[in-house]
């Protein structure tokens, strides 16, 4: 039996495989190249599509709004998904009250946005003054910032001297920090917000690492470096994010040359791409989860034994073999190895015993039991739900697995009476341990209330109780411990959830380039200012 | 004298293999076709491997030990699921194609028969379906019956419907116009009896020609709502599916979806081919 | 002669056709009113476009008429359901122009008529030996009703057709032009035949034609048809030895005579005559249609329509200065000169 080789022996160059694809002579005619030639070095990003529009408070894109928002603009912290606790961004430092309930932000000084506002308190006060007042005239419709930063629990903001911006919170809450390094709360320029008002997404201006220079919706976005981003001036002059939806076309640019860095790839090409010169695939830590959801109030997905009996029939070796190609690990639980909260002795917790499985399905009554699981159609989906339907059906339950669009499959998944099982991705937008509870586990949410009806469940006031209680410890050592906690509790009195597999999004970067944050790039996450060009 | 008649004969022998390679090259679309749906109906007892259960080592290149065309990275027998692939193709670009003559059939030779404000409103009805693109009202119809193989078959029978709907009108249109009809009318038939006993017989040939021709445009639509994960549900195997399951290999793997794609292009090509030798013959005058 | 078997009462067919932006009616046969008498031979004669074939299909409700009654046994034939109507079709039979178009090209001879024969209530175990005595009547023999028409020549397929017409049993007869698509040489035996079975069967028969010499020969009465409207009506013989009618007088002189004189005087004669342009039907003229060839037309013409008057001679003529009975056979003789 001879297994497909995963590492080529023999390092197929870029142009070799250019000229396999017989693209090479076509990708240089592709547009982009043109940003080019006047000899600044141009870092060229693929985005999935862009819209144009990047109102920071409604998300009128997804991955563009991201891709170009951690581009083109900063918030007070920064988390950069190596270290788990924020940084200082905009703001140089805080500190917090004694009772949790107040924070003062200290803003750095003789910083300005890109149109040369000066960035100050008033200006930091600007911004989020449009997230809670809803009179503001430059607030969006259907603006959700204030929700992502807290909700209820904000309740209000101060600007107490020049260069200090304070936030009132109801109670404490240690996962702040983390929240305000979202793509959602960056600062706006006062001037901008003055000028544009609610169109300010079709002119950005904040105070990032670049500003934007050009975009041709559905095109591209040119940005160049700003001379007074708080870590200076970044190296690489200019970036262009280019809308190269399709990951064959991807390939075809990287190849040629025409792209340098990517997030969008298949796990499938990994190998390949790895073994062609000039082509360099960054190590990701896994922070992107795929966990299949179990409706708590749905037939024998009722009984805790049979979602723990569910939980042990996955095959997460398979999963990781035949799913993702080996690029993605095995699981603990809700909490991974790259965030707080993740002990090694969770991977019991994930352990795949079909043995056990049987019986405990055999002890609640529901071998046969027919169960119908929904799954996106899209991506690595298909594979996952081929796997885990095989799986499930091997310790003799009779899975059906629907493969939905994104859109009717979100209609069914936040509906509980649509769905019993159903696959979920929980990616780190920030890298703070509350950040996979409070807003999917606890009551209330539509993750508890809807995806997996566990709000009903006696076990479920101790977990919330447990998570209010872990947000509010600001002592990292001891919040981390917290969410250690919280994982096997979840765990073994609720399994609302079988963790599946931890994965990345596979960075692939031109051998040229250094310095390239791929532990971002791997969620979601694109910070590209510390980026270098080596040659 | 012998040399001329050595000519001669050498000359007929040139000409009959020269027919006789025009009479292959006519026969080979067909034994195309028959190979498919051999293959298909004999999937369960050709294929090497249970396409859907079987489990061996994932992503096996070509020629290894027991898979001639390798695993996928499910670890499933590529020629397995290929040969069972065909069964959902040939399935559905029959089936529907059954399905749109006898609707499409029967609802053109009716208007085309009935004429003045019937025909005009119900052609009216068939060029609004017409406005849709056909795999756009293939994917409305499994938008609200979702996917399985009958709705599938449902899905690519309404695509074609209104290319047999006007076909059918246009050839109805043209008999009713004859006096047989005229005859039959004056001699007191029923409408159904002139629809059914006198223009049908006459309209059924060139349509079956047409529905022939249509088998491929049939398999194509099919595979394409597979593509779009619209078709036969995983893991069933299905050959439109299998390519959009290949795609992202293509660089490492390209024969899992070049090789699905080869059988759905050829087959496309060999049943257009038989579709054009029968319209040939019609065309021809194959009157009775 | 018995009371009429069908009484035309005005009756028309109008046609909507699509015209610029809008549509016109264009009148196929203007008000029309005639008897068919039981027993005899009606032969409707005119050129092409004259009306006769709408006026032998409307007579049936083949066409629906646009106005008028179609009387029959005291019955209006235009108000009854189409099932009603449907019930007495196989009493009205229609022999068509085209052999070829006529007979059901995929049904074998003996289906064709076996239907025709089930459908008037003839059981099964008979139909075939009727329909093989039908084939024996029109001169074919019983090999025929295995075969498709497509095997046999347009006389045999005439009579083919004649065979499923006589199948129904009906009464009445119309042939329309049943001839004209034949080759010369056997137009006589098709003609002898419907003659000859219409004598056998006291049918009645309406023959569409538009050779009035032949039909003189024929027919017991003869009503002459020009844009849409009977313009002459009246006994066979007479008509044909002194039309009143301008345009009777013409068709007589217009028939191909068997001498090369008298079809250079035909010719030269319709070359002298008016611009010989038909009237447009969708802009219909003032006054008498035919005025525009006519070589009688007075100013009248222009203004009043003619409408069916006596010509004194047992018929009735629509013209304003018909020709007078005297006149006709001198000018006939001059033209032949």
């Known amino acids: 039996m001879t297994t497909r080789d995963f590492n080529p022996p023999t390092a197929i160059t870029r142009r070799r495989f250019g000229q396999l694809l017989g693209l090479s002579g076509a990708a240089l005619a592709l547009p982009w190249r043109v940003e080019a030639q006047d000899g600044v070095e141009t870092l060229v990003f693929a985005l999935p599509g862009l819209v144009g529009n990047f109102e920071p408070h409604t998300w009128v894109g997804f991955g563009d709004t991201v891709h170009v928002m951690d581009t083109a603009a900063r918030g007070l912290t920064h988390m950069n998904f190596t270290d788990p606790l924020p940084q200082p961004a905009i703001a140089e430092s805080w500190t917090i009250s004694d009772d949790g309930r107040t924070y003062d932000f200290r803003i750095r000084e003789g910083l300005t946005f890109h149109d040369g506002t000066a960035l100050d308190a008033a200006a930091v006060l600007r911004t989020f003054r449009r997230m809670i007042d809803e009179d503001d005239p430059t607030r969006p419709e259907l603006s959700f910032a204030l929700d992502n930063l807290g909700g209820d629990n904000v309740t209000g903001f101060e600007a107490p001297d020049a260069m200090t911006f304070r936030i009132n919170l109801a109670k404490p809450d240690a996962a702040i920090l983390g929240r305000l390094s979202r793509p959602d709360m960056v600062i706006v320029s006062p001037a901008a917000l003055e000028e544009y008002g609610q169109e300010i997404g079709l002119n950005f201006v904040s105070c990032g690492p670049y500003r934007i220079v050009d975009v041709t919706p559905n095109e591209r976005v040119v940005l160049e470096a700003f001379d007074n981003f708080y870590k200076g001036r970044p190296e690489v002059g200019r970036i262009v994010m280019q809308v190269i939806p399709e990951a064959v076309a991807q390939m075809t640019s990287l190849a040629s040359g025409d792209l340098t860095v990517t997030n969008l790839i298949p796990h499938s090409n990994i190998d390949r791409l790895e073994g062609m010169d000039q082509i360099r695939i960054e190590q990701s830590a896994a922070f992107i989860s795929a966990m299949l959801a179990m409706n708590c109030e749905a037939g024998v997905l009722s009984d805790i034994r049979v979602r723990q009996a569910i939980n042990k029939a996955i095959d997460r070796e398979a999963v990781v073999a035949e799913a993702f190609f080996g690029k993605a690990e095995l699981p603990g639980y809700i909490t991974p190895a790259a965030e707080q909260g993740y002990a090694p002795e969770h991977r019991r917790l994930s352990e795949y015993d079909p043995e056990g499985a049987r019986a405990l399905l055999e002890e609640a009554g529901a071998t046969g039991a027919e169960l119908s699981l929904i799954s996106e159609n899209s991506g690595f989906w298909p594979r996952l739900g081929q796997v885990v339907e095989r799986s499930l059906n091997d310790v003799g339950l009779n899975v059906t697995t629907e493969y939905l669009d994104g859109g009717t499959f979100n209609g069914r998944l936040f509906d509980k009476e649509a769905h019993e099982l159903a696959f979920l991705q929980r990616s780190a937008f920030f890298p703070d341990p509350d950040g996979r509870f409070s807003p999917l586990f606890a009551s209330g949410t539509a993750g508890a209330d809807e995806i997996t009806a566990q709000s009903g469940l006696p076990a479920q006031a101790r977990l919330d109780e447990m998570i209010a209680a872990a947000n509010a410890e600001s002592d990292p050592e001891a919040r981390g411990q917290l969410y250690v906690e919280i994982n096997t509790y979840m765990a073994e009195e609720i399994m609302p959830v079988a963790a599946v597999v931890n994965t990345f999004l596979p960075v692939a970067v031109s051998e040229t380039l250094a310095g390239v944050n791929a532990n971002a790039l791997g969620t979601y996450r694109t910070f590209l200012e510390d980026t270098t060009f080596t040659s | ?288 | ?337």
């Open chain 3, 1 to 337: 002669m018995s009371a009429p078997l069908l009484t035309l009462d005005g009756l028309s067919v109008r046609y909507r056709v699509r015209h610029g932006f809008g549509h016109r009616e264009i009148a196929a046969l203007r008000p029309t009113s005639l008897d068919v008498r039981r027993g005899e031979t009606l032969a409707v004669v005119g050129e092409s476009g004259s009306g006769k074939t709408t006026l032998g299909r409307a007579m049936l409700r083949l066409v629906e008429p646009t106005e008028g009654r179609i009387l029959h046994e005291g019955t209006d034939l235009t108000t009854l359901s189409v099932r009603r109507m449907r019930r007495l079709r196989p009493r009205f039979q229609m022999v068509f122009q085209d052999p070829y178009g006529s007979l059901n090209p995929r049904h074998r001879v003996g289906t064709i008529l076996a239907d025709v024969l089930g459908h008037v209530g003839v059981p099964r175990v008979e139909r075939g030996e009727r329909a093989a005595a039908l084939l024996a009547d029109v001169g074919l023999d019983r090999d025929t009703l295995d075969r498709f028409p497509s095997a046999f020549s347009g006389g045999q397929r005439q009579r083919i057709a004649i065979a499923r017409a006589l199948a129904a049993g009906p009464e009445l007869v119309v042939a329309d032009e049943p001839i004209s698509a034949l080759d010369v040489s056997i137009q006589a035996q098709i003609v002898n035949l419907l003659v000859e079975l219409k004598r056998e069967r006291g049918l009645t028969l309406v023959f569409i034609s538009h050779d009035l010499d032949m039909v003189a020969a024929i027919a017991d009465r003869i009503a002459v048809m020009y844009f849409g409207e009977v313009v002459e009506l009246g006994d066979a013989a007479t008509l044909a030895a002194a039309p009143a009618h301008p345009y009777t007088a013409m068709l007589l002189a217009s028939q191909p005579r068997p001498d090369v004189a008298a079809a250079r005087a035909t010719i030269a004669a319709a070359a002298e005559a008016p611009a010989a342009d038909l009237p447009s039907q969708l802009d219909p003229p003032l006054g008498c249609p035919f005025r525009s060839r006519c070589p009688r037309a007075l100013e009248r013409c222009a203004a009043e329509p003619p409408v069916l008057t006596s010509t004194g001679r047992g018929g009735l003529a629509a013209c304003h200065n018909p020709v007078p009975a005297a006149e006709n056979h001198p000018k006939r003789g001059a033209v032949r000169a």
């Open chain 2, 1 to 288: 004298m012998a040399d001329s008649a050595g000519q001669k004969i050498a000359a007929g022998g040139v000409a009959s293999l020269r027919l006789s390679a025009g009479v292959a090259l006519a026969a080979l679309p067909w034994l195309v076709a028959a190979i498919f749906v051999l293959a298909a109906l004999l999937a369960p007892w050709l294929a090497p491997h249970d396409p859907v259960a079987g489990r061996a080592a994932p992503m096996q290149q070509m020629f290894s030990d027991g898979h001639l065309l390798g695993t996928d990275a499910l670890g499933r027998d590529t020629l397995s699921r290929l040969l069972f692939g065909l069964r959902p193709m040939l399935v559905v670009s029959l089936g529907a194609v059954a399905l749109a003559l006898a609707a499409g059939g029967a609802y053109g030779l009716v208007s085309g028969t009935a004429g003045g404000r019937t025909d005009w409103a119900m052609m009216r009805a068939v060029d609004i379906l017409m406005s849709f693109p056909l795999i756009l009202a293939a994917i409305l119809v499994l938008a609200a019956l979702g996917p399985s193989l009958f709705n599938v078959t449902l899905a690519v029978a309404v695509s074609q419907l209104p290319i047999f709907a006007r076909l059918a009108r246009a050839l109805a249109a043209g008999e009713a116009a004859r006096d047989y009809v005229l005859a039959a009318r004056a001699a007191g038939f029923s409408e159904l009896h002139v629809m059914l006993r006198e223009v049908a017989p006459n309209i059924a040939r060139p349509l079956l020609v047409q529905a022939t021709s249509v088998v491929a445009l049939a398999a194509l639509t099919a595979a394409a709502l597979s593509y779009l994960g619209l078709g036969v549900r995983p893991p069933a195997p299905d050959l439109g599916y299998m390519v959009k399951e290949g795609q992202e290999l293509l660089f490492i793997a390209p024969e899992q979806a070049l090789l699905p794609g080869l059988l759905i292009a050829v087959f496309a090509l060999a049943v257009s081919f038989c579709g054009d030798q029968l319209a040939d013959v019609e065309r021809r005058g194959g009157g009775a």
